[in-house]
């Protein structure tokens, strides 16, 4: 009598079988595949978005008070890098734990593979850039991709196919998998490749020289010769880089507008080359990030060549009452400053087309952003800048306001060591300590420097205005031993740098930079 043989399983029932861990690598290559296969999508379809930088944004957007300073703290300008990583490696963790969960039913794994692509596309919602229909097409193709390369992997065949299939060993397995992997990583790579390459000033845009009506120069003495010391103007690609964007906007400057609104007496827009057209001027300004610890290096100088962002404003008309201007960038994002301070005649706030005598970096803008001397970024530096709104003061919270930063944000008096560096050792007899010190828009008038307590005044280099940082050195006998620098400034309005120190939440971080040097 013969035995009936069993009925062929469906893939519900071979995804049950098999031992955890296949399941669990098998979930990974799933996730992994879901993702390269987005990121190459994004690169080979313009305005199709990143699935991973889409999540990330995500992140940034909700999270928590006091996120921000702990993030740059630890990775400084790789946080961005930092914050797609962790995006990744939870996915894949996520994607291991539904591929153990599938061994009970195939539909799990459907359901969470399905669970990852509703999220995605709901972040790429959040993006004023994102096109729905190609946000929903690459998380539909990302979602199966994904789950054919979870059933090649997780279900085994049954007793009467097994001869028709691929070896289901485990070293086949690991050899499918991990060639999955390796797969979908160099097509996410591929991917982030062809975005950066688009990432660049139109042609144009770069071989247009753009004649300023006021030229700024360096004055003799602006810059002292110290080797180590951090130059007086810094070159684009050193200067450094603070926003919340994870992929660089691209923005067509065919298209794009500036959008004056809000409390004005005529809403006004402008192209790109209208606003070129207008009046231009040259200035040295200091920006600084309110991330920046006592120390670091979040702050740098640079020529920058613009339109008077007054000028611009009296176009549309203030309206009285008008007590905060909001800066919108082309990704949504904002930051809020005071009329008031615009307005003032003693500064220059402008919106920028050019850094350093070139075409304003992607990276830093392009292709306008406001510098307004003497606030910290966050309140002020909107790069990719698409709108100026006019509104009250009480009636809007730009970005970082309701994260637990404060609404006014001048930046303070502040100075560091860059020469010697810490924990260096330094030859005895005649030495050099120098470093920055800034002050925008008061300027700086004195910087001392404290060797084991003793506070002496350092020479400064010529200032170029009270918007621009000065850089400062103090020769000095160094005798052998252990020895505690530190050093302080005073701004032009007389005030002193405190030497109490403070995180840089909510206004800036507060201190004196000191170092600990040997001397042999």
């Keep these: 009598m013969s035995t009936p043989s069993a009925p062929p399983q469906t893939a519900s029932q071979r995804v049950m079988r ?11 290559a799933g996730v992994a595949v879901a993702i390269g296969l987005s990121e190459l999508g994004a690169g080979l379809v313009p305005g199709a978005p990143s699935l991973v930088a889409s999540v990330g944004s995500a992140v940034i957007n909700l999270q928590p008070p006091g996120a921000k300073e702990l993030v740059v703290a630890l990775f400084g300008e790789n946080d961005k890098l930092a914050l797609e990583l962790f995006v990744v490696g939870v996915a894949l963790a996520i994607g291991a734990l539904v591929g153990v969960l599938s061994r009970r039913s195939r539909w799990v794994a459907t359901a969470g593979f399905a669970a990852f692509g509703l999220l995605a596309f709901g972040a790429t919602l959040l993006d004023p850039q994102a096109s729905p229909a190609l946000a929903a097409a690459s998380a539909g193709v990302a979602v199966w991709a994904g789950l054919v390369a979870f059933d090649r992997l997780a279900a085994r065949p049954s007793e009467r196919t097994a001869a028709s299939m691929p070896d289901w060993s485990r070293r086949g397995f690991l050899l499918r998998s991990g060639g999955l992997a390796i797969a979908a990583g160099a097509a996410g790579l591929v991917g982030r490749s062809l975005i950066e390459a688009r990432l660049r000033v ?9 004649p300023a009506g006021r030229l700024a120069t360096l004055p003799p003495g602006a810059e002292l010769t110290v080797d180590g010391l951090t130059p007086l103007v810094v070159p684009n690609d050193r200067f450094y880089r603070i926003d919340t964007a994870l992929l660089l906007p691209s923005v067509d400057v065919a298209s794009w507008r500036l959008h004056i609104r809000g409390m004005v007496d005529r809403e006004t827009t402008l192209t790109f080359d209208e606003l ?9 300004v200091t920006i ?9 290096d979040l702050v740098g100088n640079a020529k920058w060549t613009g339109v008077s962002l007054r000028d611009v404003l009296d176009m549309a008309g203030v309206q009285a009452g008008a007590s905060q201007l909001v800066g919108r960038s082309v990704d949504g994002w904002t930051a809020g400053m005071p009329t008031a301070w615009v307005m003032d ?10 850094m350093n005598d070139q075409p304003l970096p992607v ?9 307004v001397p003497g606030l910290y970024g966050y309140v002020s530096a909107t790069k990719w800048l698409s709108e100026l709104e006019l509104t009250t003061l009480e009636a809007f919270d730009a970005f970082w306001i309701p994260r637990g930063w404060a609404k006014e944000a001048p930046i303070l008096t502040q100075s560091r060591i860059d020469v010697p560096k810490a924990a260096t050792r330094v030859q005895k007899g005649r030495s050099t300590i120098a470093g920055v010190a800034w002050a925008p828009d008061r300027g700086i008038s004195r910087v001392e420097v404290s060797v084991d307590g003793e506070w002496r005044e350092a020479r400064l280099s010529n200032p170029i205005s009270d918007a621009t940082w000065v850089q400062w050195r103090l020769d000095w006998d160094a005798a052998p031993g252990r020895h505690v620098l530190a050093v302080r400034a005073t701004d032009g309005a007389g005030e002193v740098q405190t030497d109490r120190r403070t995180p840089p939440a909510p206004d800036g971080a507060r201190g004196h930079h000191s170092v600990v040097v040997d001397v042999a």
């Design 288 to 296: 600084a990030c309110v991330s920046n610890e006592v120390g670091d």
């Design 202 to 210: 139109p042609a144009r845009v770069a071989s247009t020289i753009l």
């Design 363 to 371: 990276a830093h803008g392009f292709p306008a952003r406001l510098i």
């Design 345 to 354: 005649p003693a500064r220059e706030p402008m919106i920028a087309l050019r």
């Design 276 to 284: 070129a057209q207008l009046p231009l001027f040259e200035q040295y």
């Design 18 to 28: 098999g031992p955890g861990w296949r399941h669990a690598a098998a979930g990974v």
